[in-house]
């Protein structure tokens, strides 16, 4: 069976510091990833998507990036964060497709202080 | 394009009423409508799928959705709430045509009182 792996969990780090947070899928292959971020009552903000190994498409202008080294691989950013990057970020995967739902790791909150 | 509307941001019920959370959608194309749920600091758990086969979908712990196209709705239902309900419920569209990116609603909160 599939499963997907998010970490950290949490995360407190400081203005001005590097972010990088970890996301990888088991038991499929070539499947699409997607970084959301989730803001108090605003949804979840798609941020960015993955359709192959080294192919990212940014939805929102911003102070993050993305990458995909690995085919079941995606790594979300910063190179030096802004208190606006605070909020709860989560990877996703799915088969690509209308009638395939994506599948969601468990979070990460990350605090910008 | 595709979007979708969560028309409540919050609902509240009594424990053992009828649950109803609402959503309408915007689709160039044939869309998939999906509900998911939400517990607090947790990833989105896939609550029930309509993929073009039966309008009515039911899905688990007793909830269910009815996609209507003349109304582009695909709300949800329960019966009865039960405590262990209360959460947060975003409504998804996927349309063919495009990327297939599910695009979310802005959620609903569920409030259940005892």
């Known amino acids: ?113 | 394009a595709q979007s979708v509307t969560q028309l409540d941001s919050h609902v509240s019920v009594s424990e053992g009423t009828p649950v109803l959370l609402r959503c309408n959608y915007s689709s160039s194309y044939s869309p998939s409508l999906f509900w998911y749920v939400q517990h607090p600091n947790k990833g989105l758990q896939l609550l029930l799928k309509y993929t073009s086969a039966a309008t009515l979908v039911k899905g688990i712990n007793g909830f269910e959705a009815e996609f209507k196209k003349s109304e582009t709705s695909f709300h949800l239902t329960k019966p009865s709430a039960h405590m262990s309900d209360a959460a947060e419920y975003f409504c998804v569209v996927i349309s063919s045509g495009g990327s297939y990116i599910p695009t979310f609603g802005r959620g609903t909160s569920l409030i259940v009182h005892p």
């Open chain 1, 1 to 113: 069976s599939q499963t997907i792996h998010q970490w950290p969990a949490t995360l407190v780090q400081p203005v001005g510091s590097p972010l990088s947070l970890e996301c990888t899928v088991e038991g499929t292959s070539n499947p699409n990833l997607y970084w959301y971020r989730q803001a108090a009552g605003r949804g979840l903000q798609l941020l960015f998507y993955s359709v192959g190994i080294g192919q990212i498409s940014s939805e929102v202008p911003q102070n993050l990036s993305a990458s995909r080294p690995q085919d079941r691989q995606f790594i979300l950013s910063s190179k030096k964060l802004l208190l606006s990057d605070s909020g709860f970020y989560l990877c996703a995967w799915s088969g690509g497709g209308r009638d395939t739902e994506a599948f969601f790791g468990q979070g990460t909150r990350l605090t910008v202080v």
